[in-house]
Structures are given as C-alpha cells and as structure tokens.
C-alpha cells in the first residue's frame, strides 16, 4: 500500500518506510524530528518542471504527463519503489507542498500504480 503525506506533518507507526520524494529538503524540518527513512531527490520532477508548474491547479493534468514523460528514463527508481512497498508492506510518499490534492506525490502515486 502506498500512502502520501506532508513531511511536515507528526510521523506515525502507520506511514511504514517514509520515503522524502522532493528534490529539496523541507524548510525548517530538522532532520530527526522528519524521520526519513530514504530521501529519493532523483524521482522528484525536475527544477524546470517544479518551476513551470508552480502548484497553478490549470496546469495540473499537463504536469503529470511531463512528470510521466521524466519518468520514463528513472525505471530504476520506480522499481526500487515498487520492491519496497512488496518487503515493506506500507509506503508513505512524503512531500512539502502546501497543496494537498495536487502536488508530485499524488502525480507519483497515480504512476506507480499503473505500473502494476
């Protein structure tokens, strides 16, 4: 099962393996109080892309086909996804974005389960 959550949001026993999947780190967010158990940067969407959409919910199905589209050259890393949340069981994706419903965990989430 793969869950999403704000990184700034109090870590519980449910998240199982908390994986940070921005390319920067949370601002403010010490590092022991975050309880990260990998910081994936590499799968985050690029500075450019980051950028362009700055959270504009118009702009929110383009983003997740670009995002989609970086994707495709980090198979690895989705696969490393999809093998933890088999040995781990529970996945929370970790983000700092304000915006709940649409930011790069949700467009990930939605990704990785149609790799399945």
């Known amino acids: 099962m793969i869950k999403i959550k704000r990184v700034y949001d109090d870590p519980s026993k449910d998240d199982g393996y ?4 921005d390319r ?15 910081w994936l940067k590499e799968i985050a969407p690029s500075n450019e892309l980051r950028k362009w959409y700055s959270h504009d919910p ?5 983003f997740k086909e670009k995002y989609k589209a970086e994707l495709k050259g980090k198979e ?5 996804i999809k093998k ?18 649409l930011n790069n965990a949700v467009a ?9």
């Not at 920067?24 to 990998?38: T, Y």
């Not at 933890?84 to 419903?101: A, C, I």
């Open 76 to 80: 690895k890393l989705l696969d490393q």
């Open 18 to 21: 908390r994986i940070l999947i």
């Open 108 to 116: 990930l989430a939605e990704i990785i389960s149609l790799l399945k």
């Open 84 to 101: 933890l949340e088999k040995e781990k069981g529970t996945l929370t994706l970790l983000y700092s974005s304000k915006e709940p419903r």
């Open 58 to 62: 118009t702009k929110w199905n383009s």
């Open 24 to 38: 920067l780190w949370a601002r403010g967010l010490k590092k022991e109080k975050a309880k990260i158990d990998l």
